[in-house]
């Protein structure tokens, strides 16, 4: 359970608070890893996180000690994983979307009061004597629906409060503080288990909810807020499945963390088979066994990441703690002291804590502002997915060959994939430019206004273009495309007139008015710029001609009434013309 919530979706803290890098050559400062820290926001969101993340994990040692005392099964005792991550599944990516829709603050807010609610519920029951193995096994399942609504929100929240120099510190700060806790919370929650009772701890981790709320409340937002209004939960999704589609450079990142994630689950599905049926740890050791795992990543983050940082780029750091990981793969299968076996776990953690950093700032930068949320829970549910079914491959492996065979195998095909990666680089992400673009107004008068659902709208724009620049244009028209397509277009079509020569006409289509404004806002400067780069290879003397239709398809059948005045000269026209003109 504390391993799964350890790494969530194979990056730094997803379980819990996931946070957001300097480009190579920038500043020691920013290369530090206490540099997010200083931006007070962060600050007071990273200890409220430390202190709720410590009583976390003491509340799960405390709910797995009270399952051990309700009840001889196993399974019902290794259910309480399943049960933890199970939201994760079920609930991340409505959550992404309700992140983009809602006040994230707000959001943040009602999410750790429902934590809140839940722990003290589970201390409740306890008192009241009504505890059974399923009755903690359903407030598991609350607790982590909470952090399955928690994780989009607090992770989109992360890059709103610190620049994006300060993001790598921030990611590494943020594993920081999950192995802090992940160190710290078991050893208390043993402390506390016979001084003062499970139930009371219970108490404890609700209160420390209410120390995130706290924190939360203090930080001052300065994002602007949609002027176009909220899309609808489905439009959401729809937007989160376009832009992951049209978007080849996030593709390349969700890529890099599926791989990752494939491979590092040989760690929470093999160590404690290692640990247990090889070395024949006792319970105490097992926990040190995992301790020693998460001092090991606190080490690498305080000490080890920031110098590579300074030196290395992004898709090298990661290669390089790769590296380390098929190294602990080959030691596990290999090493039976277990006194050594405690620092084989402990470079495992540098290797997992650094390419999960890594992975974690490169998908940051890889997203819109508008969107992050959904990009965010896209990258959990796609990593969560290779972390099950990586557990499911790796488990069914030792079953039939063994763990040292196993272990084997896995490094080998661990090595392989980083071969076939190569051209997978996530150092592009660094270049990336997510400044909105100035919102501008139409360069023509409409008739009139559209409501917000009114629609299919089309939009066209005619080109005139020199023939000695056609290989030019078709090259950035191959980039406008999956502008538009990202966007909010769900067609994009580039003809060209068999009447006059060097013509062309690109048209989209969007669902609705309030979509092609949507379109409109979500807009960078880098894109802006390439539509602009584009546009310019027009010969008129004159921008390129920009039309846009409302479809009338539907009332062919339904007629509509019009509230717009028709043009002067449509007055004079004869009064069958001027009533057809009415009737759009």
Known sequence: MKLQMRHG??????GRFHWPSTHVGSDRRLSSTWAALATPA??????????????????????????????????????????????????????????????????LCLVNLWLAAAAAGLAIFGWLHLLNPYVILAFVFLIGVGFALNAPAWTSSVSEVVSDAELPSAATLGGLQLNISGIIGPALGGLLIPLIGPNSVFAA?????????????????????????????FASFVAAIRYV??????????????LFALFISVIPAL???????????????LGLLFTSMGAGSVAGAAFIIPRLRARYSSDTLIILANLLVVLVYVLMAVVRHKELFLVVAALCGVGWTLSASELWVAAQRAMPGWARGRMNATVIMVSQGALALGGVIWGSAVAATGTTYTLLGAAILF??????????????????????????????????????????????????????????????????????????????????????????RLEMIVPSWNEHLLQKERMTKAEKELLQRAWSLHMGSTPPEERIYLSVSRELHTPRQCDYQPPAAAKSAPKGQEDSARAF
């Open 9 to 14: 979706s194979s990056n730094s803290s997803v």
């Open 271 to 285: 160590m404690p088979v290692v640990g247990l049926k090889t070395l024949h740890l006792n319970p105490s050791q």
């Open 205 to 233: 981790n609700a209160a420390c909810f209410l120390v995130v709320i706290l924190a939360v409340l203090q930080w001052k937002r300065t994002t602007r807020p949609s002027r176009s209004g909220l899309e609808s939960f």
């Open 415 to 504: 090595l392989v994939s980083l071969a076939l990666a190569g051209p997978l680089s996530i150092n592009f992400t660094g270049t990336l430019n997510f400044d909105p673009a100035p919102v501008t107004s139409f360069s023509h008068k409409l008739i009139y206004t559209p409501q917000p659902h009114d629609g299919p709208m089309s939009i066209t724009v005619e080109f005139e273009v020199d023939c000695a620049h056609g290989r030019e244009f078709m090259d950035l028209m191959r980039e406008v495309r999956l502008i538009h397509l990202r966007n909010g277009a769900y067609s994009w079509r580039l003809h060209e007139d068999l009447t006059r020569p060097n013509t062309f």
């Open 42 to 107: 962060f600050r007071k969101l990273w200890i409220a996180a430390l202190i709720s993340g410590t009583c976390v994990a003491a509340h799960d040692t405390a709910a797995m000690w009270m399952m051990h005392m309700l009840t001889p099964s196993p399974f019902l005792i290794s259910l309480l994983s399943t049960v933890a991550s199970l939201p994760f599944f079920l609930f991340t990516l409505p959550a992404g979307a309700l992140a983009d829709m809602v006040d994230r603050k707000k959001l």
């Open 245 to 258: 589609r049209y978007a080849p450079g996030l593709q390349i990142v969700l890529a890099r963390n599926a």
